[in-house]
């Protein structure tokens, strides 16, 4: 059974105009998938709908199956590791090892040393353990985007979705998420990256879907 399969869905925020439509693709559970398009083009809307926090207007949405609608976010949460464009967004927590701990609550069934484990491992390889105890807040833009990364990648997801992970990144940074990538990689997870750096997705990804105004052209 396919991981996604998204059939013929159309999205608009106000009837009167339509952002997507004719949307069609699959995705398998371990496959790398690079997603690409004009800024404004609905990206971010549709990472939502495949998240279920936006209901389609037509079409459908299955996740293993079922039907994303019918699926409680929180059950999703636990499948799907999402990294927010914006990841001050999902930054709430008062401090970092606050913030990677809750993480866990969706569910995984995981005994406190071996989150304390993954969480260290996540920090030390983001470089933010000496930020441990303060606030998410006072970190800049690219140590709030490593947070924001390292505290899905800590959680056991079956599949990784990031919007524009390597906005705000410096090159080193950038080459550690590479390297988070080729360790999801070789542990057969899936993910799914919307970027606007081509030569970042070529190397990644093995299916890339662009999308415009017409569809989703899938090469
Ligand atoms: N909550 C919203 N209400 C109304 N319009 C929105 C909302 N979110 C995004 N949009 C609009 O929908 C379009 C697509 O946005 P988005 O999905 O963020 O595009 P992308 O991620 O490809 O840059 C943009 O024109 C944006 O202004
Ligand atoms: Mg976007």
Same mark, same amino acid.
């Given at each position: ?15 009167? =105009?339509?952002?997507?439509?004719? @949307? ?11 997603? @690409? ?8 809307? /549709? ?9 389609? &207007?037509?079409? =459908?949405? /299955? ?21 927010? &464009? ?27 040393? %071996? ?66 990538? /080729? ?9 799914? @990256? @919307? ?10 990804? %093995? ?13």
């Amino acid at each position: 059974m396919s991981f996604y399969i998204i059939d013929s869905l159309a999205f608009s925020y106000n009837k009167n =105009t339509s952002l997507l439509k004719n @949307i069609s693709f699959v995705i398998e559970k371990n496959q790398h998938i690079g997603l @690409i398009g004009e800024n404004g083009c609905g990206k971010t809307t /549709l990472i939502k709908l495949m998240l279920g926090i936006l209901k389609p &207007q037509k079409g =459908t949405i /299955l996740l293993e199956g079922q039907n994303v609608r019918d699926i409680p976010l929180s059950q999703i949460g636990c499948k799907i590791g999402y990294v927010f &464009q914006n990841p001050e967004k999902q930054l709430f927590c008062p401090t970092v090892w606050e913030q990677m701990s809750f993480s866990f609550i969706y569910g995984n069934e995981i005994d406190n040393q %071996d989150m304390e484990d993954r969480i260290n491992y996540y920090l030390d390889l983001f470089e933010l353990e000496k930020y441990k105890n303060d606030s998410p807040m006072k970190l800049s833009r690219g140590e709030k985007q490593r947070l924001a990364l390292a505290s899905v990648l800590s959680r056991n997801v079956d599949y990784l979705i990031m919007d524009e992970p390597t906005i705000g990144l410096d090159i080193l940074r950038k080459k550690q998420l590479e390297k988070c990538l /080729l360790t999801l990689k070789s542990e057969k997870k899936g993910f799914m @990256i @919307i970027s606007h750096e081509p030569n970042f997705l070529e190397k990644y990804v %093995d299916k890339l879907l662009i999308l415009s105004s017409k569809g989703v052209e899938v090469i």
